[in-house]
């Protein structure tokens, strides 16, 4: 028995050196400082980042698509969207053909920081993996993937799972 629970101790000892969820985490809390410096400067907020980044590959999507690319909630969509509206960034329009829907366009401001923030954000990238090869960085883009992938297939199997 006491074996048992000797080896249950062991299993249940997770280091964070050993942790890949606490390893990417605190990579992602790093670059999400990194680039807060970067962009900080040009009234935009990591927040904004990833609306811009969304709205400067598809204009005027609605804020529910918004939601979908970028992952979050509709309540932080819409607070994040205010909060860029009032920056003079995007400019909220009823949708023509579902009054229900609005749609989220860049204004002249945000699509010039475009040219302005894109630089910044490569320069991160770049400084985040300085000393890789080019088959180092496309191998770990292809490993944070196939976490993802498999994340993602745990995660659906579970959905029609009874508890």
Do not use: C
Not at 15 to 41: A, C, M, N, W
């Amino acid at each position: 028995m006491g074996a048992t629970e000797s080896r249950k101790e062991r299993d249940a000892v997770l280091p964070f050196d050993e942790s890949v969820g606490y390893q990417i985490r605190q990579t992602h809390r790093l670059l999400q400082r990194y680039l807060q410096e970067k962009i900080g400067p040009h009234g935009v907020t990591p927040g904004m980042w990833y609306f811009l980044r969304a709205l400067w590959h598809q204009d005027g999507m609605t804020q529910s698509e918004l939601s979908l690319v970028v992952g979050t909630m509709e309540p932080t969509t819409l607070t994040a969207i205010k909060s860029m509206e009032r920056s003079g960034l995007v400019t909220r329009i009823k949708n023509v053909d579902d009054r229900r829907k609005i749609n989220v366009y860049l204004t002249e401001k945000g699509k010039a920081l475009r040219a302005e923030l894109m630089p910044l954000a490569k320069e991160v990238v770049e400084d985040s993996v300085q000393g890789f090869s080019e088959r180092e960085r496309l191998a770990f883009l292809e490993f944070l993937k196939a976490i993802q992938d498999n994340l993602m297939t745990r995660m659906s199997e579970q959905v029609g799972r009874p508890e």
